[in-house]
């Protein structure tokens, strides 16, 4: 059960640094306020997306890969939420 949660909180904030990470990347830090709500609620829609499926992978997986199961989903989870800021802010752009 423990991994399982800690799985669940490193894809919640996976996906909470990796959309505030690609929005600064295209964007420059500081944010502002509106720009730093929009990739938090991003954020926070992958990271739950992603901890959901790495959840559901968890409780499925064999007991000797749990670990590696988990920091693999939540550095996936953190890359897709990085690309995906990324590119919605370069096509937002023009």
Do not use: H
Not at 21 to 45: H, K, Q, R, V
């Amino acid at each position: 059960m423990k991994i399982l949660s800690f799985g669940v909180v490193a894809s919640l904030a996976a996906g909470l640094t990796g959309s505030i990470s690609g929005m600064s990347a295209e964007l420059g830090w500081p944010l502002s306020e509106a720009n730093l709500d929009y990739s938090i609620t991003w954020g926070i829609i992958w990271g739950l997306f992603g901890a959901l499926i790495n959840g559901l992978a968890l409780v499925w997986a064999r007991r000797e890969r749990l670990w590696w199961l988990a920091i693999i989903g939540s550095a996936g989870i953190f890359l897709l939420t990085c690309v995906s800021i990324r590119l919605k802010v370069i096509t937002s752009l023009g």
